[in-house]
């Protein structure tokens, strides 16, 4: 019931502010209008037994107490039993109609963060676990709605959560790259981080069907299956062997379900319009990123913030959504919608840590101090482990330390390269028990490891490539120019991309690192003929610190 009574609450707190709100009906109507869609999505189609079959086999198996068997036991039996389940699903998409167990949920309580205090409620995130069945009836019914999405193009283009070639480190690159030529041509810039409060668990369903039949075009008995979907859900928390109250759900999209993430991206669709006054966006799941550059003198448009944030404080308290706000510029104070902007030097967006100079000297900071401490712990019980299982604990907990986001330090000081370096070298050593009197390079290539500068070359080189062929974001795509030369040449044909051309001090004075303009034959001989990167074969004229993405 404490879970249920903090929805209410919010929601309290927001319903006066929205009575007084200035929003006219003009400008929902505008919003509307520009996110219409012409086709519609009326029915979804029963599946075949052998796409049902598929759903299963590659589904996780979690198996949740409701569960009358293991999901795990469940496939085992499948081929029996298959039948009983293809007539439960295709029944439920073809009426419209989910089942009333179906939307029974149990509430598994999960600490936030380990080093927050556990008699706290508000430090822990309610995950919804359901049935099995019910997950498979869902992530047919996501299936059919992200292929609907997809071919009629209904998404928010700079949205990069729950979505195909999309991930976190993608929608930082284009912050970072977009800051980054802001910053080139002299300009300052402005970024402030929305965090939305229980942004899951406060969606009202009305405003979602709504969204839904208006402007993705979900109608007839789809519309009626989401309905129902979404219509006398219960839920219970079972913390161990105790189970609480059964309460309902009225509000909110289950977190830990399929179909969770993806309604609550169309919930979201109409933000892109409401973000106007010049002021770039990028969203990621419920954190949005607003940002906007001026010449440092230029106050009043970096002020333009204060009205496009007034704005996005509006609609999201028109649609029941708490807004938290972080901003970081320094010698600027702005009233953003209630929330002061008071002067800092870093904001950590996305789990990576941004300075106002773009350094990352911070981020990398903390992403040695983190991986040494894990490396001790690897190290104390190294003796008991095989090298599979050590190089299993290093991977988990220090490599993807190191890959995560590394595409955004290119071009960081070698100072910088070489803290990283030397955490990829002390996990070598104690995986290999290579002593610290012998060279570190026999050691890394038994383990296949590339250095951390190549690995980071790796990442913008497969950034590139997936955006050349069609496996990336839209917005990287567009930021990428091929080269074509006045005249008939032999390099017209060698897949050659255009370098912008940069600066090499900061606006504020500050001397970057930046690397000449690269071809893929100018890197070591060793890492071009890795496997690894076999598929890059093929000349790629990339600036790295650019990112190699410029117009």
Same mark, same amino acid.
């Given at each position: 019931m404490d879970f249920n009574n903090k929805i209410e609450n919010i929601r309290q707190q927001i319903q006066p502010t929205v %009575?007084?709100?200035?929003?006219? *009906? *003009?400008?929902?109507?505008?919003?509307?209008?520009?996110?219409?869609? &012409?086709?519609?999505? &009326?029915?979804?189609?029963?599946?075949?037994q052998l796409e049902l079959e598929k759903i299963i086999s590659s589904a996780n198996c979690t198996t949740c107490i409701l569960d009358a068997i293991p999901s795990k036991l469940l496939k085992e039996v499948l081929p029996v039993i298959i039948n009983t389940i293809l007539t439960i699903v295709n029944s439920s998409l073809s009426l419209g109609h989910v089942p009333k167990a179906f939307k029974l949920a149990v509430i598994k309580p999960l600490i936030k963060k380990p080093n927050l205090d556990v008699t706290v409620l508000s430090n822990y995130r309610p995950v919804s676990n359901l049935p099995f069945i019910s997950k498979i009836l869902e992530k047919a019914v996501a299936q059919q709605l992200s292929s609907y999405l997809h071919k009629n193009h209904i998404y928010e283009k700079f949205h990069s959560g729950f979505r195909p070639h999309h991930s976190t480190e993608t929608a930082l690159v284009k912050i970072t790259n977009d800051l980054l030529l802001a910053s080139d041509q002299g300009y300052v810039s402005l970024l402030v981080l929305l965090d939305l409060s229980a942004a899951f668990d406060t969606i009202d369903h009305n405003i979602l069907l709504e969204r839904l039949e208006n402007m993705v075009g979900v109608t007839g008995t789809a519309l009626s299956w989401f309905r129902s979907y979404l219509s006398e859900c219960n839920q219970f928390v079972s913390v161990k062997q105790f189970i609480f109250q059964l309460f309902k759900s009225r509000f909110g999209v289950p977190q830990g379900s399929i179909l969770g993430p993806l309604l609550f991206t169309q919930f979201l669709l109409p933000l892109g319009t409401v973000i106007n006054h010049g002021v770039n966006f990028h969203c990621y799941a419920d954190d949005t990123q607003l940002y906007i550059s001026a010449k440092p003198d230029d106050k009043y448009r970096l002020k333009k913030m204060e009205d496009c944030v007034k704005d996005v404080k509006c609609w999201m308290l028109w649609n029941f959504l708490w807004k938290l706000a972080r901003s970081k510029l320094p010698d600027l104070i702005l009233n953003l919608a209630?929330?002061?902007? /008071?002067?800092?030097? /870093?904001?950590?967006?996305?789990?990576?840590?941004?300075? *106002?100079? %773009? *350094?990352?000297?911070?981020?990398?900071?903390g992403i040695t101090r983190t991986a040494f401490l894990h490396l001790h712990n690897i190290a104390k019980i190294r003796n008991a482990l095989s090298l599979r299982d050590a190089e299993t604990l290093a991977h988990a907990f220090i490599t993807s330390r190191l890959d995560y986001c590394n595409a955004l330090l290119s071009g960081c000081t070698s100072r910088n390269l070489n803290k990283l370096q030397l955490v990829q070298n002390a996990a070598a050593r104690v995986l290999t028990e290579t002593r610290t009197s012998d060279h570190i390079s026999p050691a890394l290539s038994s383990l296949h490891w590339l250095p951390v500068k190549f690995r980071i070359d790796y990442k913008i080189l497969l950034l590139t490539y997936k955006a050349l062929h069609g496996l990336a974001p839209e917005y990287l795509q567009d930021l990428i120019s091929h080269y074509e030369p006045s005249r008939p040449l032999r390099s017209q044909s060698a897949g050659l991309l255009i370098v912008p051309r940069i600066q090499k001090v900061s606006s504020g004075g500050r001397a970057f690192s930046y690397k000449a303009p690269k071809l893929w034959n100018d890197l070591p001989e060793t890492v071009r003929d890795s496997d690894t990167v076999s598929i890059f074969k093929t000349r790629l004229k990339t600036h790295l610190f650019s990112l190699a993405f410029g117009s």
């Open positions: %009575l007084n709100t200035a929003w006219l *009906s *003009s400008d929902l109507a505008d919003i509307k209008q520009n996110t219409a869609v &012409e086709k519609s999505l &009326e029915m979804f189609y029963p599946l075949p209630d929330f002061p902007a /008071t002067p800092g030097l /870093t904001a950590k967006n996305l789990g990576v840590i941004i300075d *106002s100079d %773009l *350094s990352f000297d911070q981020h990398i900071g």
